[in-house]
């Protein structure tokens, strides 16, 4: 521990009343107490901004009624005052400008998934980063779980042999009904094309189940066949999906995204098959992961065990047997990259495992991915091609 | 209990040593004591099906060198002495002769899944049957269970509401190496498509899941999207597969059948999803089913528990809590199909619950199944209608 | 397998209609093939009797009226017709005579535990065992459990280090309300002292239990301290109890016994951990066999894997992945008492894993047992002698 | 959200480096953005405090050097500033101290369990919290899960009928060796009889096992029945226990807490039994809860959901399926904690939910265990009352 580190100044973009993820950004930046909120434009609506970020105790005068207003004012304060972060928690369709902006005003960025609204955004977006030079996180969550990190680290050690087959699936339940238009805010934007792009579930959850795949696997899908649904009536979006997979190893796989699982909460799971072995982790027991093998028994490897990888137990806080969680994960982003903030700051190379966090790579594959199955689902080929 | 009924007269087509699935079809007929084994024809080799039937304490006259010499000869014994039903426990290539002769013979059949090497077998098959008028019994196990029984009536009750999508999975892994030519009686002909036929995986696991589906949802699979693999390098038949189902009712699916998935033993795995509730069901936690709900606590049911359906519990004989598996399972087939030869040869109706058996109408879909997802593979389009 | 071997004749005392574990002692029998039921006196009312001997294709002339009646004409029939084994399969008030009275007349027998009424009976039969050189089984079915099995073996090899705790536990609900004097067949004899003995469930499942600790422990426990209760009101026995337990070496545990636990089935469960590492077992996932270590991840063994001792696959029947159950468990009691009888008859020594089921000791130590929890209940200092 | 409301200001007594419940309570006052950490004497060495205060930061002259420093400095500093709350995670024989001066000071607290080294000071503490009115929070971490709270509320709305059986057990591991003289912090002085107390395991886990017990069923134990044991060499107070116990209602249970069992981490785990069904409730699945029933299929209660009463509810931030763990259940001691200090501040009722912490009560009873179990276990008598 630096006895004298400062906290990194934080500012957010939309996360005021109603908005699920925001709240979760705001703990997963305290849990580690390496950042202090310090401005916000938490909504469109001034006074709805002003609030929310009174009841954060910030001041008023850096509750601002629009990120463009926020950027362009916090740019203008001193170095040591202004905020050094932003995190975007916005709808879909308000990733782009805000993330441009804020890179063009000197800003590292946290953004919430799926990166923008189409692959071409996602594509200047990611010249962006490169251009400035600064630092980007793509909050896919469940990365950050200790025992993905310990998943992907197995299966890079080459003892399970060649990955063959990959399942990962992601059933929700909460969209069984017709939630639209019955004041339902999340309900309400995931489902409409204006505000959550040309994808519903696929865009809202597979992109995390792509995600988690090609994170744990290392490897990339080339070519995908995808059956996209709207099964509830009157909706504008897909509700469910499955996606047939081809990885650039030869390996297959199969996606599953669905929120119309009725009864299911929240459970991604994944698989991957080796020659020798695999390894299987779900969200529901997310502390745990599987490994199986041809020829001794499976074994359990638990969060924070001694013989864990230093890149999962750097990922944990309390010993094995506490169970950390969603709100860890997410905390595990912020840290990594709080980290790589500060060694930036201070003109130093990040450790390697302080860069374990979803970046602008990610983001367009992710994006690649969303206009991959909808085209799929759409045509009457079998494959589709996977490019960015 | 009847206290003057008499045993089945039993005979046996393969099962000699190495079978497999020839000493289960035998435990299962015990179990219950409604048969006794009175000949087979264990073996093509005379002195193999002798030794076989000597060690099952049958008289050596009626240890047979061939099934045809079986039925012949058994045929002209008189009738309380010659047997009543035939199992065929052989290769998949050595299916329909025998179940054709046995029932030009005035025998009652059982006989082991996939029903037959070709669709068309498995149409005339089903045409001499229903000419016969005799008994067909498809062993597809996974229908024997309690908890399978209890999820589809559960289904057909309707409170789960319409079916919108159906996972099925069967995992192996013990095809993950080339065991075919290492002398291991099972790999070497579920691998050879002179005996097996023209799938592998998919005919010998993907059968089970497509009928598991089919039985428990009382859908049927209209087209379907396969992807089928050989990933073990030499291997002639697919290994692997992943198929998108779509279903009469509009639902969609799931289908994934491998034998290379390395750790896994035999957990096939069903959910069902409906509008408001949905059921989970696994061959691991065989006697437990998963009911969940979108608005009250996920339930437990557990096989012989009292609120289950009688169809359920009739086929339990021990209290809750003393687990049956997978012989008690497949010994269920084998009672329900003497109850109802009981019943037929006492000029009796069956009662209803009796004929909650698989048998030729499965018998012909999961061959139709096999033709359609091998078709599929080797199609360019992504959907292929499923037509029997 | 040997071509040759016949079938063991068996008779079975208990066991007609409303007795549950005289169906299960005849379907153990049957799964191996290796008996042949000749004989039984089912209850002692003789049409009863008669009519329970038929259902089971018994000759009517071989359904005897009495124990008595059945030792004694069995007796004197030809050596190759007359029964070879016994099975008791009363309430435990009528174990100690028929026991006595089949070895008396040169019969093996096999006895549902616990072993007599009293402690002193049981000292008396273990006696007349040694006299005779009959053999003997006492149907503690946990411990024919290939995973159970395994277990003993994990322990014994020392690399758990030696043992330091135990907890084993036995929780059923069914006792939950007065069952007793409603009809309930097995309710009304297990509370009552006339028919159960001097403990209710202590007797019943506590028995098992204990039995369960020191067969995979292999230790002996030494003293105990037991609280036993009357829960449901109007009950003559213990329907409840909990017991601290020393072991001879040194080492300390638990033993929880209950048939008041609203909601549980049969899930007995053993916990034993040792200096490095400890072993959990539990009959709800009977196939499954727990493996913690302190410096490792923890390892799931199943039923039949290639990596278990022998004498854990060698009491399988089916490959990993097709659940065996209670049924299969009793049945390995079977069969590894008919490789013994067999072996005896042919005048062979038996091989060590066929010694591998529970007899006379483990009866002795069950009744010692069930004399000493009863009395240190009564006691009011902690500590009370288990002396055999 | 009040849109002003401030943040209470927080001192610390312990916690420095080396501590694991000192960064466990800092986070658990982040994460709900309840506190702001204004002081800390976080060691009795002054450097280290320092260090570990600016390492926090705190402002310098607010890292105390001593408890009674800070606490004496703070009661002279402004009241805007001055500290409100003070947090003492120090060993157990650094409690009471600190908490009686704190309380003469002003100043609310929040201590870490047990609540002090013998019961006579937590009667004198008792009276002292009376007297002074301040609040005051035992951190007993396991009643702030969800599912806990969930439990305590079924329990309490009588539908499992009269409550008959507990069982309560807290195995670990992780002092199965001799770990007290390699320099682990943490086992040198939880094993220590000078800074621990009387009691090791039975103070450090037990307490929380029996606190468990108490505040789901309702119920107070009235006698016990303790054998404690010492099972590493060299160890100078209890690794392991187990412990009879009679509840005031007259019914029974059973707790055991032990850390010397090897492989296992930190799996607390309460089962209640009453009439007609009972829960389960495991540390290491805690977002479920299972509530089984004698007549119908168990349920599974998950956290968050909508069925679940509010005082389960209001202690959750995420959706259901997105799962908190052990520093949200820590964190919503603090935040009820909070909300009682902010309405006390404002003169205000607290709202009755808000009041769900342990407090007093649960110390004193949690001290008069630890005495109880530690005589009892010396006692040649088998009860021992229970009595504060």
């Known amino acids: 521990m630096n006895a004298t580190k400062a906290k990194i100044r934080l500012?957010?973009?939309?996360?005021?009343?109603?908005?699920?993820?925001?709240?979760?950004?705001?703990?997963?930046?305290?849990?580690?107490?390496?950042?202090?909120?310090?401005?916000g434009a938490f909504s469109s609506n001034a006074e709805k901004s002003l609030q929310s970020g009174l009841g954060l105790q910030i001041d008023a005068d850096r509750c601002y009624a629009s990120f463009q207003e926020m950027i362009e004012k916090e740019a203008t304060l001193p170095t040591e005052k202004r905020m050094q972060v932003v995190s975007i928690v916005t709808p879909n369709h308000v990733h782009f400008e805000p993330a441009m902006l804020a890179l063009e005003n000197g800003f590292h960025v946290i953004l919430d998934k799926p990166m923008t609204f189409t692959l071409a955004e996602a594509k200047l977006l990611s010249e962006k980063i490169r251009e400035t030079g600064l630092l980007f996180c793509l909050t896919h969550t469940y990365t950050g779980y200790p025992m993905v990190k310990q998943a992907r680290e197995i299966v890079k050690s080459?003892?399970?042999?060649?990955?063959?087959k990959?399942?990962?699936?992601?059933?929700?339940?909460?969209?069984?009904?017709?939630?639209?238009?019955?004041?339902?805010?999340?309900?309400?934007w995931r489902t409409d094309p204006a505000r959550s792009g040309i994808a519903g579930s696929m865009g809202d959850i597979g992109t995390h189940a792509f995600n988690l795949a090609e994170y744990?696997?290392?490897?990339?899908?080339?070519?995908?066949c995808a059956d996209?649904?709207?099964?509830?009536?009157?909706?504008?979006?897909?509700?469910?999906?499955a996606v047939l997979l081809r990885f650039n190893n030869g390996a297959t796989g199969v996606l599953m995204a669905t929120?119309?699982?009725?009864?299911?909460?929240?459970?991604?799971?994944l698989r991957v098959y080796g020659e020798r072995g695999?390894?299987?982790w779900k969200h529901e027991d997310a502390n745990s992961l599987l490994v199986k093998w041809t020829d001794q028994p499976a074994q359990i490897y638990r969060t924070g065990a001694a013989y864990n990888s230093s890149l999962s137990n750097d990922n944990?806080?309390?010993?094995?047997?506490?169970?950390?969680?969603?709100?860890?994960?997410?905390?595990?982003?912020?840290?990594?990259?709080?980290?790589?903030?500060?060694?930036?700051m201070n003109g130093k190379e990040p450790e390697a495992a302080w860069l374990d966090f979803p970046g602008a790579e990610e983001g367009l594959r992710g994006m690649a991915f969303v206009e991959a199955v909808v085209a799929s689902s759409a045509a009457a080929e079998k494959w589709y091609e996977l490019k960015v």
Chains 1, 2, 3, 4 share one sequence.
């Not at 957010?12 to 997963?28: D, K, T, W, Y």
């Not at 990962?168 to 309900?187: D, I, K, M, N």
């Not at 709100?327 to 595990?332: G, R």
């Open 316 to 344: 944990t806080r309390v010993p094995p047997g506490h169970p950390e969680g969603y709100l860890e994960a997410f905390a595990n982003l912020y840290r990594n990259f709080a980290n790589c903030v500060q060694a930036k």
């Open 158 to 164: 080459g003892t399970l042999g060649s990955i063959r």
């Open 216 to 224: 744990v696997s290392g490897l990339h899908v080339t070519a995908l």
């Open 278 to 280: 695999s390894i299987e």
């Open 11 to 39: 500012g957010m973009i939309g996360g005021g009343e109603g908005s699920f993820i925001g709240a979760v950004h705001r703990i997963a930046a305290r849990i580690d107490n390496e950042y202090e909120l310090v401005c």
């Open 166 to 188: 990959i399942y990962v699936e992601y059933p929700q339940g909460w969209l069984s009904t017709f939630l639209e238009q019955s004041g339902h805010t999340q309900a309400s």
């Open 228 to 241: 996209l649904n709207i099964v509830v009536q009157g909706r504008k979006l897909d509700d469910d999906g």
């Open 259 to 269: 929120q119309i699982a009725a009864g299911e909460e929240n459970n991604i799971k």
